[in-house]
């Protein structure tokens, strides 16, 4: 008898040291980093390809707010130097090719599984590794599990009263239909006006028959000033790329390099103040924020940049109760992430476009073919949702993550998301988060954040590899005290003023507490740095075969 050939081994049954979860731009360069260590990397990915938000966020108008020569790698010269964004700010679709062209370049595919979605993760305190079970029904056992799930990833719905009788179609921004949609001939309801509506509302007001946009907040937006990129610009990125990226790390709060204020806004007259602004508005972004070195600490300061901004509004928009429902008077600005447009005010201009207060009158039901607030039933064929997302904790509530003593992740943060530098939350060993909450994440150039938390990953899992730790966690203390400083740090600021995602606080229910670190990019990278200097610093580690656990010390 012919001797039983050995079976191929299916990837779920070798062995894995590290399971990433998401092939955005961060599972991406994760992958590529850790295959440099040698490491077995197997990458669960919810979509059909790479590219994370971009993956997803496809709605018209779907752009980056971050300059694309700084929303892009730097880990490779050469891919920095070869790689030719076409605008300012980069479309949707071109920011999706380069996450692919980048997971084919390094050779990426072939240890992402895409169309897999993790449903849990349960960590097995005698063996010491993390049993992750994805929705194709297979367990795949792992050292270590690294969420690169992305801050803004979880698309939410509000509920309606009566949405499921709605007639037509409905669309979220945050999971928009691969195919063309094409709105012409249609009333359009656009429901939120989030960075997403505001990107999408004047393009789909050019489509559309009548665009009617119900609005419960406003948001204060500065032009883009988006324009195709000359090879001269490219090229002064290119032939300054260390310097600029370098800058971006450490000296920009924000991780995106801009003027320096030298000032507050206080300190300079009113006449010159107004110069800055205008100067700032003429060149658009968002680094508006960056005018003085204030805008976000003293709320004096923060009213003039805001009454800058409402003069503006109605300055375009020319119906004085339009302008004035536009002009956003609930919030500091800056204290939501500021939006970045491309005529968004202008479009209200439009005999087609419609807005309707539904902080006023609230939607009351959705009819068939209507939206009723007010008493009055607004008609429409199609309706958009750009109501935004389940920000920072969102995608990480979704799998059932099980750590120590079979505990909880959703149950320890039922609070709100505790961790220790946004990288590990104690309790659940070997388990990382990249850009997770207690880090600067969602206020930074995201590209920044991701690149630093993976090198910061690589480089203690190889330490750990060196000295035969087979556990890292983070210790009670530590991430004790971190809280409290990511919490003193936002409170010194106007930021928790706004009801804002940062805060949770556009989801019923979810505990408002302020989410990302406020430090600034350079500050996080030294302490996280630090901390790494001094043997992981706050961390505990257990070396392999016996148990030997280091003392947690202050941070
Ligand atoms: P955002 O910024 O969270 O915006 C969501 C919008 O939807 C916002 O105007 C909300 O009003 C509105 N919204 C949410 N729920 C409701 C309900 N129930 N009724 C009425 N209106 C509602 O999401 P985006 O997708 O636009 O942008 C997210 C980030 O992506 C952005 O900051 C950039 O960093 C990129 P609210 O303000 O809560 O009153």
Same mark, same amino acid.
């Given at each position: 008898?012919?001797?039983?050939?050995?079976?191929?081994?299916?990837?779920?049954?070798?062995? @894995?040291?590290?399971?990433?979860?998401?092939?955005?731009?961060?599972?991406?360069?994760?992958?590529?980093?850790?295959?440099?260590?040698?490491?077995?990397?197997?990458?669960? =990915?919810?979509?059909?390809?790479?590219?994370? &938000?971009?993956?997803?966020?496809?709605?018209?108008?779907?752009?980056?707010?971050?300059?694309?020569?700084?929303?892009?790698?730097?880990?490779?010269?050469?891919?920095?130097?070869?790689?030719?964004? +076409?605008?300012?700010?980069?479309?949707?679709?071109? #920011?999706?090719?380069?996450?692919?062209?980048?997971?084919?370049?390094?050779?990426?595919?072939?240890?992402?599984?895409?169309?897999?979605?993790?449903?849990?993760?349960?960590?097995? =305190?005698?063996?010491?590794?993390?049993?992750?079970?994805?929705?194709?029904?297979?367990?795949? #056992? /792992?050292?270590?599990?690294?969420?690169?799930?992305?801050?803004?990833?979880?698309?939410?719905?509000?509920?309606?009263?009566?949405?499921?009788?709605?007639?037509?179609?409905?669309?979220?921004?945050?999971?928009?239909?691969?195919?063309?949609?094409?709105?012409?001939?249609?009333?359009?309801?656009? #429901?939120? &006006?989030?960075?997403?509506?505001?990107?999408? #509302?004047?393009? @789909?007001?050019?489509? /559309?028959?009548?665009?009617?946009?119900?609005?419960?907040?406003?948001?204060?937006?500065?032009?883009?000033?988006?324009?195709?990129?000359?090879?001269?610009?490219?090229?002064?990125?290119?032939?300054?790329?260390?310097?600029?990226?370098?800058?971006?790390?450490?000296?920009?709060?924000?991780?995106?390099?801009?003027?320096?204020?030298?000032?507050?806004?206080?300190?300079?007259?009113?006449?010159?103040?107004?110069?800055?602004?205008?100067?700032?508005?003429?060149?658009?972004?968002?680094?508006?924020?960056?005018?003085?070195?204030?805008?976000?600490?003293?709320?004096?300061?923060?009213?003039?940049?805001?009454?800058?901004?409402?003069?503006?509004?109605?300055?375009?928009? +020319?119906?004085?109760?339009?302008?004035?429902?536009?002009?956003?008077?609930?919030?500091?600005?800056?204290?939501?992430?500021?939006?970045?447009?491309?005529?968004?005010?202008?479009?209200?201009?439009?005999?087609?476009?419609?807005?309707?207060? @539904?902080?006023?009158?609230?939607?009351?039901?959705?009819?068939?073919?209507?939206?009723?607030?007010?008493?009055?039933?607004?008609?429409?064929? $199609?309706?958009?949702?750009?109501?935004?997302?389940?920000?920072?904790?969102?995608?990480?509530?979704?799998?059932?993550?099980?750590?120590?003593?079979?505990?909880?992740?959703?149950?320890?943060?039922?609070?709100?998301?505790?961790?220790?530098?946004?990288?590990?939350?104690?309790?659940?060993?070997?388990?990382?988060?990249?850009?997770?909450?207690?880090?600067?994440?969602?206020?930074?150039?995201?590209?920044?954040?991701?690149?630093?938390?993976?090198?910061?990953?690589?480089?203690?899992? +190889?330490?750990?590899?060196?000295?035969?730790?087979?556990?890292?966690?983070?210790?009670?203390?530590?991430?004790?005290?971190?809280?409290?400083?990511?919490?003193?740090?936002?409170?010194?600021?106007?930021?928790?003023? /706004?009801?804002?995602?940062?805060?949770? $606080?556009?989801?019923?229910?979810?505990?408002?507490?302020?989410?990302?670190? @406020?430090?600034?990019?350079?500050?996080?990278?030294?302490?996280?740095?630090?901390?790494? /200097?001094?043997?992981?610093?706050?961390?505990?580690?257990?070396?392999?075969?016996?148990?030997?656990?280091?003392?947690?010390?202050?941070?």
């Amino acid at each position: 008898m012919a001797a039983a050939q050995p079976q191929p081994v299916s990837h779920q049954n070798a062995r @894995i040291d590290v399971v990433v979860v998401g092939a955005g731009f961060a599972g991406l360069y994760l992958l590529h980093k850790l295959r440099g260590l040698g490491l077995h990397v197997k990458v669960f =990915e919810q979509g059909g390809d790479v590219g994370g &938000t971009w993956y997803w966020n496809r709605y018209p108008g779907a752009r980056c707010d971050v300059e694309s020569m700084q929303y892009s790698f730097s880990f490779d010269d050469k891919l920095q130097q070869e790689w030719n964004w +076409s605008e300012r700010y980069a479309p949707q679709p071109e #920011i999706l090719r380069y996450a692919g062209h980048v997971a084919d370049r390094y050779d990426l595919r072939g240890d992402i599984q895409f169309n897999t979605t993790v449903k849990s993760a349960v960590f097995d =305190e005698r063996a010491n590794r993390w049993t992750v079970t994805t929705s194709d029904g297979q367990a795949t #056992i /792992a050292q270590h599990v690294v969420l690169a799930t992305g801050c803004l990833s979880n698309a939410r719905t509000p509920e309606f009263r009566g949405m499921k009788d709605f007639k037509g179609k409905v669309y979220h921004t945050g999971n928009w239909p691969h195919e063309p949609v094409d709105f012409t001939g249609l009333r359009v309801g656009v #429901i939120g &006006t989030g960075s997403s509506a505001i990107q999408s #509302i004047p393009l @789909i007001a050019e489509q /559309a028959s009548q665009l009617t946009v119900f609005q419960r907040t406003a948001n204060f937006s500065v032009p883009a000033r988006n324009a195709p990129l000359t090879d001269d610009e490219r090229k002064s990125f290119r032939d300054n790329y260390p310097e600029i990226r370098r800058q971006a790390r450490e000296d920009f709060k924000n991780g995106i390099v801009q003027p320096i204020p030298d000032r507050g806004a206080l300190d300079d007259p009113e006449h010159e103040r107004r110069e800055k602004y205008h100067a700032r508005w003429t060149s658009g972004g968002l680094t508006f924020m960056g005018v003085y070195n204030n805008l976000v600490l003293d709320q004096r300061a923060n009213d003039t940049a805001a009454d800058f901004i409402r003069e503006r509004i109605s300055e375009i928009v +020319s119906d004085p109760e339009t302008a004035r429902l536009l002009q956003p008077t609930d919030h500091p600005v800056g204290s939501k992430r500021i939006c970045v447009d491309t005529d968004y005010y202008a479009t209200f201009n439009r005999s087609n476009v419609t807005l309707v207060d @539904i902080k006023a009158h609230p939607i009351e039901q959705i009819l068939p073919h209507a939206v009723r607030t007010g008493g009055k039933d607004y008609e429409v064929d $199609a309706l958009v949702l750009a109501t935004g997302f389940d920000a920072m904790t969102g995608s990480v509530a979704k799998i059932d993550i099980r750590g120590r003593g079979g505990q909880t992740l959703n149950d320890k943060w039922a609070e709100g998301p505790r961790t220790y530098l946004g990288l590990m939350s104690a309790g659940f060993p070997n388990l990382f988060i990249v850009t997770g909450p207690g880090s600067p994440s969602v206020l930074s150039n995201m590209i920044v954040s991701i690149e630093q938390h993976v090198d910061w990953i690589t480089d203690c899992l +190889s330490y750990m590899r060196d000295r035969g730790a087979e556990v890292i966690e983070a210790t009670h203390p530590a991430e004790d005290k971190w809280v409290a400083h990511v919490n003193e740090v936002a409170a010194g600021t106007l930021y928790p003023q /706004a009801n804002s995602w940062y805060m949770g $606080a556009n989801i019923p229910g979810k505990p408002q507490i302020f989410m990302p670190y @406020i430090g600034g990019v350079g500050v996080y990278r030294q302490i996280c740095n630090d901390v790494a /200097a001094k043997d992981y610093e706050g961390f505990a580690m257990t070396v392999r075969a016996r148990p030997k656990t280091k003392e947690a010390v202050a941070l």
